[in-house]
């Protein structure tokens, strides 16, 4: 995520911003080619020079980085994208007096075309808060949320969501494989129709239900696939899965 977030970051043209990634790892520094990016495996360094600091580390790993870096990271600006660690255990680690602000986006940022959810701190002031915003409408959409755990329901949606509909387009073409469809063929329909499906609950604003009778004709093709879906509780498995999810987000925060 945190790549992703900076291959967007640096390559929207809707921010003017330079971004100095950091990691322990050298080979992970590799292939970053805008030269609004500048890589170091010194964190402390990269502090130093930033003034807004943005966590993209693992939950598993968190503690240690933020614990380790508090004191470089004083009264800057602080952004985490650690799924799983809540606004209060930052506040923990780094000091009620720091502002922090708790995002969750997606993978689209990459491509400009993520969505993010945030809940800031009563230190982010209101500044702060409309650059933060400015970050994240530069590669996509963005929304301020009413409580910060709302943010493992964003995680469960929309930040793990991306891997449901590529689960479905998966299985979708293998189906189209199978029917005798030559795979590149296959995959260009599918991520085109996946594609489509998106833009007109989009553009339309129409509740995806309703977009889904309307291309259901009684006793079509159609309806007979929908009727295989609910024979195999696939709606309730996907809620399901949802919910899962985001009781991992929980079990995270739990072992923090």
Not at 22 to 27: L, N
Not at 78 to 95: N, T
Not at 231 to 249: H, M, W
Request: net charge negative; charged share 20%; proline share 3%.
């Amino acid at each position: 995520m945190g790549r992703a977030l900076a291959v967007g970051i640096s390559g929207t043209k809707r921010l003017e911003a330079s971004v100095f990634v950091s990691d322990p790892k050298s080979a992970q520094l590799v292939g970053y080619t805008s030269p609004n990016v500048r890589t170091t495996t010194n964190n402390r360094e990269a502090i130093e020079e930033s003034d807004i600091v943005i966590l993209a580390v693992k939950p598993q790993v968190i503690k240690s980085v933020v614990t380790t870096h508090a004191a470089d990271i004083g009264t800057r600006l602080v952004i985490s994208i650690a799924a799983g660690v809540p606004l209060s255990q930052l506040e923990l680690w780094l000091g009620e007096s720091t502002p922090i602000v708790h995002c969750m986006p997606n993978l689209a940022v990459s491509l400009n075309k993520g969505v993010t959810g945030m809940f800031a701190n009563t230190r982010v002031n209101k500044a702060q808060k409309s650059v933060v915003q400015g970050i994240f409408q530069s590669v996509g959409e963005a929304e301020w949320l009413n409580e910060d755990e709302q943010i493992d329901i964003v995680t469960s949606v929309s930040g793990t969501g991306l891997a449901y509909f590529f689960y479905l387009m998966d299985a979708t073409i293998q189906a189209a494989k199978e029917l005798g469809m030559d795979e590149s063929i296959a995959k260009r329909f599918v991520t085109r129709t996946a594609l489509g499906a998106a833009a007109i609950a989009v553009d339309s604003g129409t509740d995806p239900s309703v977009l889904r009778d309307q291309v259901a004709s009684p006793g079509g093709t159609t309806e007979r696939a929908l009727s295989v879906l609910d024979t195999n509780r696939v709606r309730e498995s996907i809620i399901d899965a949802v919910k899962a999810a985001f009781a991992r987000s929980a079990e995270l925060t739990a072992s923090l």
